[in-house]
């Protein structure tokens, strides 16, 4: 059994924690296709404790 402290350690992915220095490190899908405008019209996502805006050009 973890302790909460290894746990939060293994588990929190904001910037700058283990977790998420791991995660930052691969691709990660942040919006599927059919959720972009054809427009290009951007829109808010947050991942990993981070807003991140995608659109289409």
Known sequence: ML???????LTQTDAGTPGGILL?????PAALSEELAHD????KVRIFG???????R
């Open 24 to 28: 930052r490190s691969f691709w990660q």
């Open 3 to 9: 302790t909460k402290e290894e746990n939060d350690l």
């Open 40 to 43: 290009g019209a951007p829109f």
């Open 50 to 56: 981070e807003d991140l805006v995608p659109f289409s």
